[in-house]
């Protein structure tokens, strides 16, 4: 009788844990999330965007395992599964040490100075640039949640508060494509052309897209004659 008791226990418990949505989620860790905003000014939309992106909104193994929902490693002592990741004796411990986590480290630490509490743009994009994440979208990633799931509503922002806007910077490649056509224009502008037996000064200059006068200014030339040997400027 026991074992059946138990067994349905651990199914009601599968079953609620597969209920649970994204919005049940919020609901039940927003308040948690925003005293850690007040204290911290640390935007409450980050707090719960990043701890839904890493952990499916509770429903990972290390959520439910070890009450891990940021995804951050260290030792645990789970008897249940083997993991890399650290535990914690209950959600809110995860939440909190998320936001001591960040204070410790210098290059996240810079952030809580640079950005106020309704920034969560360059919050997850600061977050990201620190190293929290090895993928390339992932701030975008906690952007999006943020966005579909309106979370920056639990910011308090106040109601003439603008958003900065970050200056657009031009892709490195494009940069890059410029400096190669600068350097080429250059070398045509300084090219330097050896005359050769049978060559004159016409002949050179229809080859180029240029005129034997514009050559002659050029190069100080005097006479149009030319010896083989010769080097002219293009």
Known sequence: MKK????CALLLSVCFTKAQTTEDYIAEHVGHA??????????????LAVAIHESAAGKSKI???????????GENSSTEIRSSYKD?????????????????????DVLFDKYDQYDYVNWARGIQRAGYARSRTWANQ????????????YDERPDDYVAAVAPVVEPTVKSANRSRKSRSSATKKNKIYTVKKGDNLNKIAEKNGTSSALLMRKNGLKSSALKPGQKIKL
């Open 142 to 153: 906690v952007i999006g949640l943020i966005k579909k799931y309106e979370l920056f509503q």
């Open 4 to 7: 059946i008791i138990t067994f």
């Open 34 to 47: 925003q005293e850690l905003m007040r204290v911290h000014q640390l935007p409450a939309s980050i707090i």
């Open 88 to 108: 914690y004796p209950s959600v809110d411990s995860s939440y909190n040490h998320f936001v001591s986590f960040l204070h410790s480290r210098t290059y996240f």
């Open 63 to 73: 959520a439910q395992y070890l009450n891990n929902h940021f995804g951050i490693k």
